[in-house]
């Protein structure tokens, strides 16, 4: 099928990357491999939208958004971002987007924050009221105001991420494609950085690619998801239908007052592990915990309760197994 590149704000069209892989095999001796890092990719993006992009490890995610920031040239296939072709126009293109990635940083280790900042408003020739208005905004929805002066190598984790999102966000970017945000950050810093996402999304239409292995990332950000394995795209609609195209389950973990026999859970839910008097239960993602937690409460003696996600890794594989033996 051929994919309109004027209808979406991101637009690819059987866009394939392949590797030349060189690996030393004996004494003078090479064998040349080729690995298909992204095999056909075919899909659309409108402007505004927040979408995932996810898949297991090596699954070619990356590899997508270097293609679609212009550091890598696809081996075949057609893609735009903003009416422009990244490969070509590279430079163009960097005043369009914004690029975080979760384990590197853009900033500069050694210097305060606020002097990475005044380097790329140097960088990107970002007009002087535009730098300020945006850096006020990010400082204040970020919570920057005390962190300004503060080497990066100084900052936790966290701020970092915060500090690193503020940087891509500095010259008023129409895309932002994340890598990983949340990897490593506490559960108050995550809620910081997402409510932050919506709020840019919502107020500025920012478009959003997002690449995570925190479904809850995806649960409180994106109303659609891609998934990709090998290369190759293997669902794209809402999370929901992701939940039940993998069946997945989510897991209510009960710690009881003492050592008893498996809870007799209301169907589909069931004893998946016993430890002492802790107990594993399985039930459906798509359905609400609050029934299961209810006629548990009603009948055993509780100390305390937590409900765990469907590990994404989980729901692809078994995606990926039904579409493979379909
Ligand atoms: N520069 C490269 N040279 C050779 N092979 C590469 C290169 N970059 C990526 N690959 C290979 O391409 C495949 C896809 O890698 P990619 O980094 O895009 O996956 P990913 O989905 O981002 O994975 P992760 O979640 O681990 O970051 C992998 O098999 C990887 O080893």
Redesign the pocket.
């Known amino acids: 099928m051929d994919t309109d590149l004027g209808a979406g704000f991101i637009a690819l069209d059987g866009v394939e990357?392949v590797?030349?892989?060189r690996k030393k095999t004996g004494f003078l001796k090479r064998e040349r491999r080729q690995?298909?890092?992204?095999d056909g990719i075919s899909f659309t993006v409108a402007r505004g939208e927040m979408v995932g992009y996810i898949?297991?490890?090596?699954?070619?995610?990356?590899?997508?958004?270097?293609m679609l920031t212009g550091i890598?040239t696809p081996s075949g296939g057609r893609l735009r971002v903003a009416g422009i072709d990244p490969a070509r126009e590279r430079t163009r293109l960097a005043h369009r987007i914004g690029v975080v990635f979760g384990q590197r940083t853009t900033l500069w280790w050694d210097l305060p924050l606020i002097d990475s900042y005044r380097l790329m408003h140097r960088m990107y020739r970002i007009p002087d009221a535009r730098y300020r208005e945006n850096l006020d905004r990010c400082v204040e929805l970020l919570q920057l105001g005390e962190l300004l002066d503060v080497p990066v190598r100084q900052l936790s984790l966290g701020q970092r991420m915060r500090g690193d999102i503020a940087a891509a966000l500095l010259h008023d970017p129409d895309v932002l494609y994340l890598?990983?945000p949340t990897i490593g950050l506490d559960v108050v810093s995550k809620a910081k950085v997402r409510e932050f996402l919506r709020e840019l999304n919502a107020e500025r239409g920012t478009t959003v690619l997002l690449?995570t292995?925190d479904l809850q990332d995806i649960e409180q950000l994106c109303s659609r998801v891609m998934v990709?394995d090998h290369?190759r795209l293997m669902y794209d609609g809402p999370l929901a239908g992701l939940h039940e195209a993998g069946e997945s389950e989510r897991t209510l973990v009960v710690d009881l007052e003492r050592e008893l026999p498996p809870i007799e859970a209301p169907a589909p839910a069931r004893v998946v592990r016993v430890e002492g008097p802790r107990q594993w239960l399985a039930f459906p993602a798509t359905e609400s915990a609050a029934g299961l937690v209810a006629a548990v409460a009603a009948r055993y003696p509780l100390v305390d309760l937590s409900v765990r996600e469907p590990d994404i890794e989980a729901v692809i594989a078994k995606i990926y197994a039904e579409r493979t033996s379909a």
Not at 57 to 66: H, L
């Open positions: 990357k590797f030349d892989v690995v298909r890092a992204v898949g297991p490890n090596g699954a070619g995610k990356s590899t997508t958004i270097k890598l890598d990983e690449t292995h990709i290369g």
